[in-house]
């Protein structure tokens, strides 16, 4: 019987050696890792591991054996004095001769007693777990399930320290690599960068080189080649940096010169490559000759030379042999697949596409419309990248035979590509991050959205109207929903949890630290290294991060409702309007086609492509509303662009005679049209005889309808006064013009809502703003502000002693039912394709407001006041939408020829929607409340009459 013993103190002692052993201590691989046979076994090999003689050892913690006869390893642990440590040996000393059950066997260790070893209270054995259950699990290229055993050992060493010289740069370069995998570009790049300066402090040149052959994987990725380059050239110059990492570094110069299109220079860096590798032995050859095969592989299929790269990618044996599951051979066959698309032969590239996916999941290769199950499908982006690449090809050949199964294949596949994005993006800490995914996924949802199309044109069976809606709004507004989701459940649930207030400073500082960084124009790619500002910035990120996770991950409820899909499907939106006079329009707006999806209450979806020169028509009709004359100066060409719009946004069909509320989604360039302002007929030669589209109803506005629903949900401040804030700059202070029609604004809004407070002049301070804005019942600002201009300034509003920008509105938590922002641009910003302008308005619904109204550009002082006056006026309830309709109509009745152009009054919006109850149903509710009443007053008069009150 052959026996296999380990001391946990000798495992501790070589452990921390190798650590020390810089020059030999592997470094965590870019782009490369092993694989792990996963062997199911039964529970009867489970429950008969551990030997009999170590289960009679009750305070023996390091003694473990392998023999003929086995006896209940969970009871054998479950007996032992101090189980932790027990369970860290037995995970420890699992002898690499059983690799056929090492991965299934530790796997089992870790659900079992990872939960008793937290609890512990023993920091050391904690930390050592942790880091030994996560390198397991990303060795085996699992990294969705490694991400919490790594960021949990890194948030525990933040607290008690790195136990050992080396650790902190060593995990840092792996937390790189983890994020990376995953797509969190953001704290891949965090933890490269702090990895990078820790070598550089400690002048450990050649691992830094290291650092920076990773950084240019990141930035590569991100097509931010240029940087990459000059970063490169720069370290390969050092002398102190070794053979191999010159090889490797030249490597990525190759790759970036080769993505710029520089081919002559991309070869020449692969030759000093190869000058580099030529001197290499052993494993450090290996890694250098990996990284040179890739390097040449890219190479040669972006220089059309598609029968060379092939040739290079089959000389790993994993390609030619039997598949190995792992992702670096998955994207060598995706790679594989497009040289062969390239060369015409596509049946190949789609069995090298199959083959590709059945490395990371489980699929038939032999069936070319196998897809895995949306349930086994985990958080991988080569899982993506295969399916992106059937789907494309599934599309190519629809094209050539006209079979609708191949879209229908490609429907899947893009279906699947959207589940995998969301598990990923679960795993993000950074809207950044997840920006950059979506705008990859924006592509995706066009291709989808065009085969739903086709598919209902082509008269196939299926609900392709409510498919293309869903994934359309999949596509919009991400960001935003899911800080409307950590507001609400943090809000319900966190109000009093320190780590929550915590996060809030935090927050608040990072805000500050951004803003002055902006200020400084402190954003070249390697100050990182030598400018504290932005090591403050990376380090309150960082913890920011890692605070964010652990209170998810101890609070159940806040984390289930922060992870809870939100799918809202059409028949629970129309559930949420108040009746059937609400139409809905929503745009899509694609790099090709822009799509419209309109529906009411009781009507079915309409589903249709938009005419093909709806983007010209809108952009022809913006530029009317950027200066006060340009109306006035051509009306009639005014009245004929704002009319051909109407009909080219497909509003004649949208809008029922019994429409009185249109709530718009707009897209793209439409963000920045004000509906009201289109002209429904072709009447009338001046503004103020126009048939204004705000004639025929109210309007209400949304990033997606799904945020609007969420938002309803959020818990409203419990007062219901105003909270005014006017600095008014009355003698130019900061530089600022003067204010003066804002005095009569706030006087007028007074008389109709007399209870409330005011910050006025020098009270309309920052600090004020952030003590008294978050409870407002509505939260009035009338000041100067300006959106994005294109010059590193991010959009913002002024206040008396400092401005306020978009980026500290994120730091700040609402509850306030309406936010009227009565200054300039407000509702402008820099365009993202899946989130809408990046403005002042959309920060204000990021941090809580369930409604702003806001302004689409530099609104007229004077036509504000007298606006928001009979706004202020009308306003009954939640009525805010056709509060401000008939605001603007009075304004129209009282304007002047000139006056009544758009320009004046058809700048503000409202964004937001509020369920109203009809007359006929508040009549419903008020009788069933009386006859409530009626009976209560009945049946308390007849117990009167049954017990009478007897006098004394």
């Known amino acids: 019987m052959k026996k296999y013993g380990l001391y946990l103190s000798a495992f501790i002692l070589l452990h921390t050696q190798c650590r020390e052993q810089r020059s030999s201590a592997p470094e965590p691989a870019a782009i490369t890792r092993s694989a792990i046979p996963v062997t199911p076994i039964p529970k009867a090999v489970f429950d008969s591991i551990f030997d009999t003689t170590w289960k009679q050892q009750p305070d023996s913690t390091a003694f473990l054996r392998f023999a003929g006869r086995y006896v209940d390893s969970l009871g054998a642990i479950e007996q032992q004095v101090n189980y932790p440590v027990a369970c860290l040996s037995a995970c420890n000393t699992i002898d690499r001769n059983f690799s056929a059950i090492h991965d299934t066997l530790r796997r089992w260790m870790h659900e079992k007693f990872l939960v008793p070893i937290q609890r512990c209270g023993n920091d050391s054995i904690e930390k050592q777990v942790l880091l030994t259950l996560g390198d397991d699990l990303y060795n085996a290229g699992r990294y969705a399930e490694a991400y919490p055993y790594m960021i949990n050992w890194v948030s525990h060493c933040n607290k008690t320290g790195y136990d050992t010289r080396g650790w902190k740069e060593y995990i840092f370069n792996r937390m790189g690599n983890l994020y990376m995998r995953l797509g969190e570009y953001k704290q891949a790049d965090f933890y490269y960068r702090s990895a990078y300066t820790i070598n550089l402090d400690k002048k450990y040149y050649d691992d830094a080189a290291g650092n920076m052959v990773n950084i240019s994987i990141r930035l590569f990725d991100l097509q931010y080649h240029d940087s990459a380059i000059a970063l490169l050239r720069k370290m390969y110059n050092d002398p102190k940096v070794e053979e191999v990492r010159k090889s490797r570094l030249q490597c990525q110069l190759s790759m970036h010169l080769t993505a710029t299109g520089n081919f002559q220079e991309a070869g020449t860096a692969l030759q000093i490559a190869r000058i580099h590798l030529q001197r290499l032995q052993g494993g450090k050859l290996a890694t250098a000759s990996t990284d040179l095969n890739e390097a040449d592989i890219f190479y040669q299929y972006k220089k059309g030379e598609y029968t060379r790269a092939i040739a290079l990618i089959k000389k790993d044996s994993s390609i030619t042999g039997t598949i190995t599951r792992k992702r670096e051979t998955g994207k060598a066959l995706i790679m594989l697949g497009n040289c062969y698309r390239a060369l015409g032969r596509e049946d190949t590239a789609m069995l090298c596409y199959q083959k590709a996916l059945y490395t990371v999941a489980n699929v038939d290769t032999t069936d070319i419309f196998a897809m895995p199950l949306p349930k086994e499908i985990t958080a991988e982006n080569t899982i993506m990248e295969a399916l992106d690449a059937r789907a494309n090809l599934f599309v190519h050949w629809y094209k050539h035979t006209a079979k609708t199964i191949y879209l229908e294949a490609a429907l899947n596949a893009y279906t699947l590509c959207f589940t995998v994005e969301r598990k990923l993006m679960q795993l993000f800490s950074f809207d950044e991050s997840r920006l950059h995914m979506l705008k990859e996924s924006r592509i995706r949802s066009e291709q989808a959205i065009g085969i739903c199309h086709t598919l209902q044109q082509s008269a196939i069976p299926g609900a392709w109207a409510e498919k293309a809606f869903a994934i359309a709004e999949m596509n919009k507004a991400f960001v935003l929903l899911e800080s409307i989701k950590r507001n609400n459940a943090a809000n319900a649930i966190l109000q009093q949890d320190s780590t929550y207030q915590q996060i809030g400073q935090l ?360 606006l928001f006056g009979d706004f202020y006026k009308g306003l009954s309830g939640n009525h805010y939408a056709s509060a401000l309709r008939n605001a603007k109509l009075q304004y129209l009745e009282k304007a002047s020829a000139t006056g009544a152009s758009p320009y004046y009054w058809a700048g503000f919006i409202q964004i937001g929607y509020e369920k109203q109850t009809s007359h006929s149903q508040r009549w419903l509710w008020l009788t069933g409340i009386l006859a409530v009443l009626l009976l209560m007053e009945l049946w308390r008069r007849r117990r009167k009459k049954k017990y009478p009150v007897l006098s004394t």
């Not at 992870?563 to 929503?586: V, W």
């Open 507 to 866: 927050k608040t500082e990072l805000s500050f630290v951004e803003k002055t960084i902006r200020e400084n124009n402190g954003t070249v790619a390697d100050t990182a290294a030598v400018n504290p500002l932005l090591r403050r910035q990376a380090d309150l990120e960082n913890r920011i991060a890692l605070l964010q996770h652990d209170f998810s991950t101890t609070h159940d409820t806040y984390k289930k409702e922060t992870e809870r899909e939100d799918s809202f499907s059409i028949s629970r939106i129309k559930e949420q309007l108040s009746n059937n006079t609400t139409a809905i329009a929503e745009y899509f707006t694609g790099d090709s086609a822009t799509y419209v999806f309109s529906f009411t209450q009781n009507s079915p979806v309409q589903f249709t492509k938009a005419p093909p020169g709806l983007a010209a028509t809108a952009q022809h009709l913006l530029p009317f509303f950027s200066n006060a004359s340009n109306i006035g100066n051509a009306p009639i060409a005014y009245r004929d662009s704002a009319r051909a719009l109407f009909t080219a946004l497909g509003l004649e069909t949208v809008l029922l005679p019994n429409t009185s509320q249109l709530l718009v989604i707009p897209d793209g360039q439409l963000s920045f049209i004000p509906f009201e302002a289109l002209v429904t007929t072709n009447t009338g030669n001046q503004p103020g005889s126009f048939t204004y589209l705000v004639r025929r109803c109210s309007i209400s506005y949304g990033y997606s309808l799904t945020s609007i629903f969420r938002q309803q949900t959020a818990d409203n401040a419990t007062t219901d006064t105003l909270t005014a804030f006017a600095p008014l700059f009355s003698t130019g202070q900061r530089g600022l013009a003067p204010l003066n029609n804002t005095a009569t604004e706030l006087e007028q809004i007074r008389q109709a809502k007399p209870a409330g407070r005011s910050f006025i002049a020098r009270e309309a301070t920052i600090g004020n703003f952030r003590k008294n804005a978050g409870t407002s019942g509505i939260l009035h600002i009338a000041t100067h502000a300006s959106g994005d201009t294109g010059n590193q300034q991010r959009p913002r509003i002024e206040l008396y002693d400092s401005s306020l920008d978009e980026v500290e509105l994120y730091a700040i938590s609402l509850k306030t039912p309406l936010v009227v922002l009565s200054a300039c641009e407000t509702g402008i910003g820099k365009l993202e394709k899946t989130e809408g302008p990046m403005s002042l308005a959309r920060g204000f619904y990021y941090a809580g407001a369930k409604n702003v109204i806001t302004s689409l550009w530099r609104v007229d002082d004077r036509s504000t006041a007298s």
